[in-house]
């Protein structure tokens, strides 16, 4: 909470062109809170360097982000959209709270797990402290709600213990946060192998759906999508793919599983596969017109990037000097 407003909190990295399921595990549903919550939204390039980036490539996606930020629907007037690195006391408080955080608690973690079995030439410090640094952009903003995929579900519960423990320590430091995982869309899956979730650093990009991908690649990436024995239309766990793409359908169309298996009875997996492309296509041509009008005015951007950094800070300070002070560190005025 600040003051009397309960506090939305999100994050995406600049680590690769978004997917879809970028935007219906998280972004989609970050606009819902904009007008009853005060919204802080960041674009973490502190946590993209935790895997090795072309510099040139993380500042434009650091734009990009941004811009698909506010393509989707966030209001900068509304909401507070923000680039990570631009205020300081992210790493400040991140450092703090290694100090709060287990060695047993990081190892459990399941994407440094997967990250590092991935990126086995570059096991760094950050990879395995990169759930502080994730604390430390929650907690800074007094945060009551973070909209994620389940993926990072796990993240976000090691938040809510470190801040149950900083909070015995030192009582009423932190608000502690809740992670909101939205029915559908919290985990979609590679249209490659559905029993993968779908990523933005994936190397298979016909696996992938970009946000802004074209109509013609967004229906020839369905229409390859890897779909099951038979031919029925069916959700089901022996289904994963069929499964998978009747997910992507229901949330852009709002339709129940039921409602699609009916929809599509009696058609081949062909009809379904081109109506899910098309649908998709459709609902992802409004978010591309605008992403292209505002990435035009890069001048636009960074003032929002600035205006954004400064709002973001003021709050960020308070709870950072609160925190300074609690654990004995001298303050001048
Ligand atoms: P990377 O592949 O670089 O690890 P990523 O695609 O997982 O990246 P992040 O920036 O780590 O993307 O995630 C941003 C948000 O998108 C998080 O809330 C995450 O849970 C959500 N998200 C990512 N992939 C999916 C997915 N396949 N389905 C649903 N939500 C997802
Ligand atoms: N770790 C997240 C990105 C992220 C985040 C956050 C999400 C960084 N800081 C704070 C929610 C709140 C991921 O999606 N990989």
Not at 70 to 94: F, I, R, W
Not at 252 to 264: A, L, P, R
Not at 280 to 300: C, F, H, I, R, W
């Amino acid at each position: 909470m600040l003051g009397e407003q309960k506090v939305s909190y999100s994050g995406v990295q600049p680590s690769g062109n978004l997917t879809i399921g970028n935007y219906l595990g998280a972004i989609r549903n970050f606009k819902q809170y904009s007008e009853q919550y005060k919204t802080f939204y960041c674009v973490v390039d502190e946590h993209a360097i935790t895997v090795r980036q072309v510099p040139a490539e993380l500042r434009r996606r650091t734009y990009e982000t941004l811009a698909l930020y506010m393509a989707c629907g966030l209001d900068p007037e509304k909401n507070t959209l923000y680039v990570q690195s631009m205020v300081h006391e992210h790493a400040e408080l991140a450092w703090i709270l290694n100090c709060f955080t287990m060695f047993g608690e990081l190892s459990r973690m399941t994407q440094f797990k997967d990250k590092s079995a991935k990126h086995a030439d570059n096991i760094n410090a950050g990879l395995f402290t990169y759930p502080t640094l994730m604390a430390a952009d929650i907690l800074l903003y007094q945060t009551d709600v973070v909209p994620v995929g389940i993926d990072q579900k796990q993240h976000v519960e090691l938040c809510r213990d470190i801040a149950e423990r900083f909070n015995q320590i030192y009582p009423g430091t932190f608000t502690v946060p809740e992670p909101v995982i939205a029915k559908s869309g919290m985990k979609i899956m590679s249209l490659a192998d559905p029993t993968k979730k779908m990523s933005k650093s994936d190397e298979n990009a016909n696996a992938v759906v970009y946000i802004l991908d074209d109509r013609d690649t967004i229906i020839r990436k369905f229409k390859r999508a890897v779909t099951d024995s038979g031919s029925e239309v069916r959700y089901s766990p022996d289904k994963p793919g069929v499964s998978n793409l009747m997910s992507i359908y229901s949330c852009f169309t709002g339709k129940s599983f039921e409602e699609i298996e009916h929809e599509f009875e009696g058609k081949g997996y062909g009809d379904f596969k081109l109506a899910v492309g098309e649908t998709t296509a459709d609902a992802l041509a409004a978010v591309q017109s605008e992403y292209n009008l505002l990435l035009a005015d890069k001048a636009g951007l960074e003032a929002q990037m600035k205006k954004g950094a400064e709002e973001a800070s003021y709050y960020a300070r308070r709870t950072l000097s609160k925190v300074q002070k609690k654990l004995g560190f001298v303050q001048l005025h």
